[in-house]
Nanobody, 124 residues
Framework: QVQLVESGGGLVQAGDSLRLSCAAS????????MGWFRQAPGKEREFVVG????????YYADSVKGRFTISRDNAKNTMYLQMNSLKPEDTAVYYCAARIGDGISWYQSDYHYWGQGTQVTVSS
């Protein structure tokens, strides 16, 4: 099984950028379909973006489309989330997740492995 560790969160101002990393061990990011989810205070965890195991197909939630970019560096065994033009409503704990299989899913129950999360706070 794969172990996932997120990093890169922090406190930023609206309009700033952050890049989150999801480093894998005991497995490879290229072996799974991957995704980013987030959970804001008092809210359910929600899908942000996913990437297929094979190829570069991606799917973004409407709330982040055009501002966030998912990528994967197989040589570094790491997945990234580049977040630009951040808004206060992006404030949340961000989780990376891996699912066995090829396709993208926006259901958290379809993911088998999760990181511990990294806090992103965007001030207005």
């Amino acid at each position: 099984q794969v172990q996932l560790v997120e990093s890169g969160g922090g406190l930023v101002q609206a309009g700033d950028s952050l890049r989150l990393s999801c480093a894998a061990s005991e497995g490879t990011v290229s072996s799974y379909a991957m995704g980013w989810f987030r959970q804001a205070p008092g809210k359910e965890r929600e899908f942000v973006v996913g990437i297929k195991r094979s190829g570069g197909n991606t799917y973004y939630a409407d709330s982040v489309k055009g501002r966030f970019t998912i990528s994967r560096d197989n040589a570094k065994n790491t997945m990234y989330l580049q977040m630009n033009s951040l808004k206060p409503e992006d404030t949340a704990v961000y989780y990376c997740a891996a699912r066995i299989g090829d396709g993208i899913s926006w259901y958290q129950s379809d993911y088998h492995y999760w990181g511990q999360g990294t806090q992103v706070t965007v001030s207005s």
